[in-house]
């Protein structure tokens, strides 16, 4: 479940194996791109935008991946086994004399023109490990539907770039309210904060290889992942439910002393995942 933070780590590895050098090795294995052959143009960077890698070739050209559910690019020295899945899971295979890099189970693989990026990654808010970052116009992104529930807003991706749903609900519970409150209807001095809080988390976490909202060692996180188990403020249990628009439920934790506003009923859920595909 790839968040900002993992992409800008997966985007920042890519980068480090591959930019600046000449692909000796090219294998795109989606119909549209297979006799697509990239070899003998150098790639010029590796940059992510919100959760979309975008690796630039010399050319014109960007090969744009997306890691969505589980999807990941795996760097090898030549003669190393390769250890991202079996081979039918390869969709993408970018070589050069000393490193090959290895995409697996992506569910987005696509060659653009550089000049034409806008239409895979356009439709994306501020991006919140990016240099277009403007937390003023992600506020006004998120405040333009206030009866929308804080959670969905925070993880649609056209309000802002690079929260998931760990992000969600870390944040949610950091701003005290549940992800089920309208952000309408977030206090303005929260509201304000909001931005900023999300860009911390994120920052915090780039280089992190174990992501962490508390600041403290062994406690990672303040509710994620955790239902049932004692909130780290108050001890009352995390709570679980989903949240979604009804296509796509992701499993959603929080504090229900320490995070106010409306909730799904107790009992509506036995703190079982469902099998409902999230990003
Ligand atoms: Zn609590």
């Not at 119909?31 to 940059?47: E, M, S």
């Not at 020295?77 to 390869?90: D, L, V």
Request: glycine content about 12%; some cysteine; aromatic content about 6%.
């Amino acid at each position: 479940m790839p968040e900002g933070d993992t992409v800008w780590q997966a985007t920042r590895r890519l980068h480090g194996a591959l930019a600046g050098k000449v692909l000796t090795r090219s294998d795109l294995r989606v119909p549209r791109f297979a006799t697509a052959d990239l070899t003998g143009r150098t790639v010029l960077d590796v940059t992510p935008r919100g959760k979309h890698l975008l690796t630039r070739i010399e050319g014109g050209l960007t090969l744009h991946s997306h890691l969505r559910m589980d999807g990941a690019w795996k760097i090898y020295t030549p003669g190393q086994r390769w250890t991202g899945g079996p081979g039918h899971q390869i969709r993408a295979i970018l070589g050069t004399a000393d490193r090959t890099a290895v995409g697996y189970r992506l569910p987005v693989l696509e060659l653009l023109r550089t000049a034409e990026e806008d239409r895979a990654v356009g439709h994306l808010g501020p991006d919140l490990l990016g240099p277009d970052w403007d937390p003023d116009r992600a506020l006004a992104n998120l405040l333009r539907d206030p009866a929308r529930p804080l959670g969905e807003a925070l993880l649609d991706q056209r309000n802002l770039a690079g929260i998931g749903n760990v992000f969600k609900c870390e944040i949610c519970f950091l701003l005290g309210v549940t992800p089920w409150l309208p952000i309408g209807e977030l206090p303005a001095e929260r509201a304000a904060l909001l931005p900023g809080l999300s860009q911390k988390l994120l920052e915090a976490n780039r280089d992190r290889p174990v992501r962490n909202t508390t600041g403290l060692r062994g406690k990672d996180l303040f509710v994620y992942g955790r239902a049932s188990r004692p909130c780290r403020r108050c001890r009352t249990p995390v709570r679980l439910a989903d949240q979604g628009d009804g296509s796509r439920e992701r499993p959603t934790y929080w504090c229900p002393v320490c995070q106010t506003g409306p909730a799904p009923a107790p009992g509506t859920r036995n703190g079982r995942r469902t099998s409902a595909p999230y990003i």
